[in-house]
């Protein structure tokens, strides 16, 4: 078996790269993907350069791994810029970075695809042959270090037999209790907690905001257009920056997974009127993911509704058993969401920087068991109406 780094995902074609990657999540696709590079979201210029890692046993492809060559830290949801400083007072280059991750997406995920007929000793055999290949690429592009974002649980192994250095972090998902619908949700809340979910949502509807959730399937290239650019407008006034991504690959991505992309859209009066607000989802068939949001006016409630509870009753209506409204926010708990692990690898190169990178995820790690625990003592729900308080997705 031989390694080989790629500068594009389409040098692997669709065909092949689908049959690594079992069942629906949707960031490992090649559609997803694809999308990214083809819209020049993710590309040189952008700081993220494909080199996409992959293993063949002679001709048959064996393993993949989506793989970007860093000249920076945006984007990525795990913060390292604390290492980039400290690499910078020591008068060391600390770019360029190896990054095994989906661009813009933290979500929690496969970050190596198998072929099927593979075992789970020859996927050991198979991951020693990609650390060695990582090992090999830093040395020659004189990179300082190599990053996995956000891997399965299933996947921790591979990472921990060869010795990377694991960090936590928390995330705020919600669990599906079976829930039959949102009311029946809001019942497990105490009454407290309970009236003030109410009275937000009402403030919405005291606007006659009227709100609904549609796939990419059923939305029209305008409707994206009109999405593109309350997001853009919503990110620029934040941050005074353009987005991440550009109108193409919405455009694209609604066409590669017109099932799995779906948009929560808000509209006065009239569902049949101009879209004011709108939040981008995207599904497999267990989770619900939360992604991008924009709007063109600022009512008090509107991002909680459109970008949590709308995907909430969506979620209960399909039976999907998890939320994942993305990073941060410990605002979420209030809400029902539950704070959770997650994890990430790194491999430094060099010795007493690695040596102090161990140190310190030793210590953030029993941080964050602590964050989490304390995180789960506010949320809103009676006294035994919760079964996920120890539900870490390090042990998915």
């Known amino acids: 078996m031989h390694a080989e780094f790629l500068g594009s995902i389409r040098e692997i074609g669709e065909t092949e790269w689908r049959k690594l990657w079992p069942g629906?999540?949707?960031f490992t696709q090649f559609g997803f993907l694809d999308a990214l590079e083809s819209s020049q979201s993710v590309c040189k210029l952008t700081g993220w350069q494909p080199c996409h890692?992959?293993?063949?046993?002679?001709d048959a492809l064996v393993a993949a791994m989506p793989l970007y060559e860093k000249n920076h830290s945006y984007g990525e949801y795990v913060f390292d810029w604390g290492w980039a400083d400290a690499y910078h007072r020591a008068g060391i280059e600390y770019y360029p970075k190896l990054l095994n991750a989906i661009p813009f997406t933290p979500a929690t995920g496969p970050r190596?695809?198998?072929?099927?007929?593979?075992?789970?000793?020859?996927?050991?055999?198979?991951?020693?042959?990609?650390?060695?290949?990582i090992t090999q690429r830093l040395e020659h592009i004189n990179g300082s270090t190599f990053h996995?974002?956000?891997p399965a649980g299933k996947q921790r192994k591979f990472f921990n037999k060869q010795n990377y250095t694991e960090r936590h972090g928390c995330q705020f998902h919600w669990f599906n209790q079976n829930y039959t619908d949102f009311d029946d949700f809001l019942s497990r809340f105490n009454s407290r907690k309970r009236k003030a979910l109410k009275k937000e949502r009402q403030k919405v509807n005291e606007q006659n905001l009227l709100l609904q959730m549609r796939s990419a399937a059923e939305l029209s290239e305008e409707e994206w257009q009109v999405f593109y650019a309350l997001y853009h407008r919503t990110y620029f006034k934040r941050s005074g920056r353009q987005g991440y991504l550009n109108k193409a690959f919405f455009m694209t991505l609604a066409h590669a997974l017109p099932q799995q992309v779906l948009l929560a859209t808000a509209h006065q009066d009239s569902l049949d009127n101009e879209m004011l607000a709108a939040a981008l989802y995207l599904r497999d068939s267990e989770t619900l993911y939360g992604r991008y949001w924009g709007t063109k006016i600022d009512v008090d409630g509107l991002h909680f509704e459109t970008c949590y509870y709308q995907g909430i009753e969506y979620a209960?209506?399909?039976g999907l058993k998890r939320f994942d409204p993305g990073a941060q926010g410990e605002h979420k708990i209030q809400r029902g969401?539950?704070?959770?692990?997650?994890?990430?690898?790194?491999?430094?190169?060099?010795?007493?920087f690695r040596e102090a990178v161990v140190n310190f995820a030793e210590q953030e790690r029993q941080q964050t068991a602590e964050y989490c625990a304390d995180g789960r003592n506010y949320l809103p729900f009676r006294e035994g109406e919760v079964g996920v308080t120890e539900r870490i997705l390090l042990d998915e």
């Open 112 to 133: 190596i695809g198998f072929a099927a007929h593979t075992s789970e000793q020859q996927q050991i055999t198979i991951f020693e042959i990609i650390s060695t290949a």
């Open 316 to 318: 209960i209506k399909q």
């Open 148 to 150: 996995s974002l956000f």
């Open 337 to 352: 969401f539950t704070p959770i692990k997650t994890c990430s690898f790194h491999y430094v190169v060099h010795p007493a």
């Open 24 to 26: 629906d999540y949707p």
């Open 53 to 58: 890692l992959i293993v063949r046993e002679g």
